[in-house]
């Protein structure tokens, strides 16, 4: 059985910074690629950076020059380092990894989520 398990959101100042991070568990073969999505109150969920296991990265306009996605392969583990936050990011940080188990395709599992809120 595969677990996602999101850790580092909290409550932070416009300005601050936090990191999530992101352990993927269980018995699977290997993870293509991981990735993070949000969702804010009356929102919709929104790419916010995916990676995948060769390190080609994609970013939200929104956070640009802000976040820094990365990945440990040896760990299961995305991170997603968040600087400049402002008040719009508040939101539930939600991570995903596409993942197969031997002699299947991929599947996309997510996780439970994690409160990021900015704010004075």
């Known amino acids: 059985q595969v677990q996602l398990v999101e850790s580092g959101g909290g409550l932070v100042q416009p300005g601050g910074s936090l990191r999530l991070s992101c352990a993927a568990s269980?018995?699977?073969?290997?993870?293509?690629?991981m990735g993070w999505y949000r969702q804010a109150p009356g929102k919709q969920r929104e790419l916010v950076a995916t990676?995948?296991?060769?390190?080609?990265?994609n970013y939200a306009d929104s956070v640009k020059g802000r976040f820094t996605i990365s990945r440990d392969n040896a760990k299961n583990t995305v991170y997603l380092q968040m600087n400049s936050l402002k008040p719009d990011d508040t939101a539930v940080y939600y991570c995903?990894?596409?993942?197969?188990?031997?002699?299947?395709?991929?599947?996309?599992?997510w996780g439970q989520g994690t409160q990021v809120t900015v704010s004075s």
């Open positions: 269980g018995s699977f073969f290997i993870i293509n690629a």
């Open positions: 990676i995948t296991r060769g390190g080609s990265i």
């Open positions: 995903n990894a596409d993942l197969a188990y031997p002699g299947s395709s991929f599947n996309r599992y």
